[in-house]
T-cell receptor, first 115, second 112 residues
């Protein structure tokens, strides 16, 4: 199957700092990627849709100035958590599909801990 | 928007028994329904999916059924094994939306 790689796998940062998470499609081009957030023992909640060459689309309740998304190429989307606070601590995971409306492949996920 | 409900939240079965997980969806436009298995701390992996033009699909010990009229779909695992223990998520989407709406997840534990 297709491969989506996410980096870093885990990160610890201090309150007030920013953290960048990368999501790469390794063997296919992805004009669209998705960012999800998952709290412990909970489901994956869609945060935003990352669109190559245009602005991301954010789900209701997600602060776009807090979670900056950049999709500068067909294989890379980045999520930057700005001015991180402890409540931003979570598991962030991206996904992409080689073909529209087919299997979604997920990155390894990034466990963010803000101290 | 789409809303997907999943039951039960936890399920414990004995090895060899069958397990059934059920989901309902709200948007009649949804036409693609995948099931993902997620082990602790790992990424979700697709185990089976079904499209709205079929009512049932089977892959070895795993099967999925879809009832479009009632807007529900179910995952059936037969002859469960300890390695089936994980969290299972159902999801739904439709052509043109691309993003998946996930159910709340079912923690399956298979007792040896």
């Amino acid at each position: 199957g297709a491969v989506v790689s996410q980096h870093p796998s885990w990160v610890i940062c201090k309150s007030g700092t920013s953290v960048k998470i990368e999501c790469r499609s390794l063997d296919f081009q992805a004009t669209t990627m998705f960012w999800y957030r998952q709290f412990p023992k909970q489901s994956l909640m869609l945060m935003a849709t990352s669109n190559e060459g245009s602005k991301a689309t954010y789900e209701q309740g997600v602060e776009k100035d807090k979670f900056l998304i950049n999709h500068a190429s067909l294989t890379l989307s980045t999520l930057t958590v700005t001015s991180a606070h402890p409540e931003d601590s979570s598991f962030y995971i991206c996904s992409a599909s080689p073909v529209v409306n087919t299997e979604a492949f997920f990155g390894q996920g990034t466990r963010l801990t803000v101290v | 928007g789409e809303n997907v409900e999943q039951h039960p939240s936890t399920l414990s079965v004995q090895e060899g028994d069958s397990a059934v997980i059920k989901c309902t969806y709200s948007d009649s436009a949804s036409n693609y329904f995948p099931w993902y298995k997620q082990e602790l701390g790992k990424r979700p992996q697709l185990i089976i999916d079904i499209r709205s033009n079929v009512g049932e699909k089977k892959d070895q010990r795993i099967a999925v059924t879809l009832n479009k009229t009632a807007k529900h779909f179910s995952l059936h695992i037969t002859e469960t094994q300890p390695e089936d223990s994980a969290v299972y998520f159902c999801a739904a989407t439709y052509t043109g939306r691309r993003a998946l709406t996930f159910g709340s997840g079912t923690r399956l534990q298979v007792q040896p």
